[in-house]
């Protein structure tokens, strides 16, 4: 097979150098490997050029069609490629520019005329940015609307909740489950304002200072769906604020996902048994005949360690760099790519991980202590008037009371409280239904089961907004 195309004799700058680059430089200089996922905004971006190119009486009618259908060819078959193997070109705007150009002759040469690759690559990034965030937002919200279907069916069941990773008060289950899916929710808003920054058309600022010939750019941006064009054309070409902020919302997307990953790790353990993951998504051992892995959670608990890292390397990039375009931005892809390709594998698994795994409810109450309605106890006086500093330490001394003798604090007698405060009164045994005690905080946000619902629908209402979006 004849290799195809790209080393020296075709740089686009031939005219004032001689010889081609070092094998060493060239390899540094390609990118085709990693921006070969652009050519169909690269095309789209090079079809809506040409057509502005005509409206500025620089391509006849003829020269824009022949363009046009060229481009349509090129995409053919650059579609039937399974990828850049075979190509040498250096990235994929010289690639599509040779095929054009091998297709339709020197009219092909025309369509470069008042555009850079640097106005180029920024405009298809973007194209590329926008699908990317509709995607993500997608995968984001079935997370959260799993977890959400999992809340609905959990409701009724009560489990401890946890400060410092010590059992504090009873919670709904349906109540840690959303707990993990409003932070999604927040994602999904930001990326929405990462939208909005990404959608502005950079085509038109040329290398750096603008573009000599009379293209319309609102119209530019309209044919391309872009809401707004840049106002400055050197900040146009070294912008990739838009690409640090999806970067950014991806690692802190994988945070959260990482976070109830270590709850489902901690969950699944026989120790706590709350859930059980499905069999789909855990792993036995090659050694150890009675393991279940929780390998999908530990994935994406190590899969977070690359998104946060891509976020401090593209910002790495661009520190340091002086006014205008450096071949830095370059670099700004990858960490992209990696960050939105990351979270379309983990956030599918961890949804499956969700809706597939058993919430046991047995063992969730059986974990179930008095002690973690001690507050509750504390509360009981409050409600008979007693200021809640002195009793938490009233309620405090029975704890000690019930573990020096062995009980638990739900043993205590009614005498035996009274002995330490006078203000328990006989409906006291009630504080110690865990029960009561999440029915009771019907506050807005709280665990009673009008809390949960109105909850419910507010994610609910929350996630129809997400389906609306861009
Ligand atoms: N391949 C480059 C990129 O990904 C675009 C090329 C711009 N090159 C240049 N020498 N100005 O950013």
């Known amino acids: 097979m004849r290799s195809a195309g790209g080393g020296s004799g075709?740089?686009?700058?031939?005219?004032?150098?001689?010889?081609?680059?070092?094998?060493?430089?060239?390899?540094?200089?390609?990118?085709?490997?990693?921006?070969?996922?652009?050519?169909?905004?690269?095309?789209?971006?090079?079809?809506?050029w040409a057509r502005g190119l005509a409206r500025a009486g620089l391509l006849s009618d003829s020269e824009a069609a022949a363009?046009?259908?060229?481009?349509?060819?090129?995409?053919?078959?650059?579609?039937?490629e399974s990828g850049p193997a075979r190509f040498r070109d250096e990235d994929i705007h010289t690639l599509v520019e040779r095929l054009l150009t091998e297709r339709i002759g020197s009219v092909?040469?025309?369509?470069?005329?008042?555009?850079?690759?640097?106005?180029?690559?920024?405009?298809?990034?973007?194209?590329?940015?926008?699908?990317?965030?509709?995607?993500?937002?997608?995968?984001?919200?079935?997370?959260?609307?799993?977890?959400?279907?999992?809340?609905?069916?959990?409701?009724?069941?009560?489990?401890?909740g946890f400060t410092h990773l010590q059992p504090a008060q009873p919670v709904p289950v349906a109540h840690w489950l959303l707990s993990r899916a409003w932070p999604l929710v927040r994602d999904?808003?930001?990326l929405d304002a990462v939208y909005r920054e990404c959608d502005v058309l950079p085509l038109g600022a040329g290398a750096i200072a603008?573009?000599?010939?009379?293209?319309?750019?609102?119209?530019?941006?309209?044919?391309?769906?872009?809401?707004?064009?840049?106002?400055n054309s050197m900040d146009a070409v070294s912008?990739?604020?838009?690409?640090?902020?999806?970067?950014?919302?991806?690692?802190?997307?994988?945070?959260?996902?990482?976070?109830?990953?270590?709850?489902?790790?901690?969950?699944?353990?026989?120790?706590?048994?709350?859930?059980?993951?499905?069999?789909?998504?855990?792993t036995g051992s090659s050694l150890m005949p009675q393991k279940r892995n929780p390998d999908v959670a530990e994935l994406t608990r190590g899969k977070s360690g690359r998104l946060v890292g891509n976020l401090a390397g593209l910002l790495t990039v661009l520190k340091g760099l002086p006014t205008g375009y450096n071949r830095d931005l370059q670099e700004d892809k990858e960490a992209v790519f990696d960050s939105v390709d990351t979270l379309e594998l983990v956030l599918p698994a961890t949804t499956g991980a969700v809706l597939g795994m058993t919430v046991v409810r047995s063992r969730i109450e059986a974990s179930l202590r008095a002690e973690m309605l001690a507050t509750d106890l504390a509360d009981h006086l409050v409600r008979r008037g007693v200021p809640f500093?002195?009793?938490?330490?009233?309620?405090?001394?029975?704890?000690?009371?019930?573990?020096?003798?062995?009980?638990?604090?739900?043993?205590?007698t009614l005498d035996e409280m009274q002995a330490v405060h006078p203000g328990f009164t006989d409906d006291v045994p009630g504080v110690f239904d865990p029960a009561a005690s999440v029915e009771s905080r019907a506050v807005r946000g709280g665990t009673s089961a009008s809390a949960i619902e109105a909850q419910l629908d507010a994610l609910a209402e929350a996630l129809e907004r997400v389906a609306e979006g861009p």
Do not use: Y
């Open 389 to 412: 500093r002195e009793s938490h330490h009233i309620a405090g001394a029975l704890v000690r009371l019930a573990e020096e003798s062995g009980r638990e604090l739900g043993g205590l």
């Open 188 to 190: 999904i808003d930001d």
């Open 239 to 282: 912008d990739r604020d838009w690409a640090v902020r999806l970067v950014f919302v991806a690692a802190m997307a994988g945070v959260h996902l990482s976070q109830l990953a270590e709850d489902l790790v901690l969950f699944s353990t026989s120790e706590f048994g709350f859930v059980r993951l499905g069999d789909g998504f855990t």
């Open 10 to 48: 075709h740089a686009l700058w031939g005219g004032r150098f001689d010889g081609g680059l070092s094998g060493e430089m060239e390899a540094l200089n390609r990118s085709l490997d990693v921006d070969w996922r652009l050519w169909p905004h690269d095309i789209e971006g090079s079809r809506a």
């Open 108 to 160: 092909g040469g025309k369509l470069h005329s008042g555009r850079s690759r640097n106005d180029q690559v920024a405009t298809d990034f973007r194209l590329w940015g926008k699908d990317a965030i509709r995607t993500m937002r997608h995968g984001l919200a079935s997370l959260a609307a799993a977890l959400a279907a999992r809340a609905r069916e959990t409701t009724d069941m009560v489990m401890p």
């Open 210 to 231: 603008g573009c000599p010939f009379d293209i319309d750019r609102a119209r530019l941006a309209n044919d391309l769906g872009f809401a707004r064009v840049s106002e």
């Open 67 to 80: 363009i046009d259908r060229g481009l349509v060819d090129v995409a053919a078959q650059l579609e039937r």
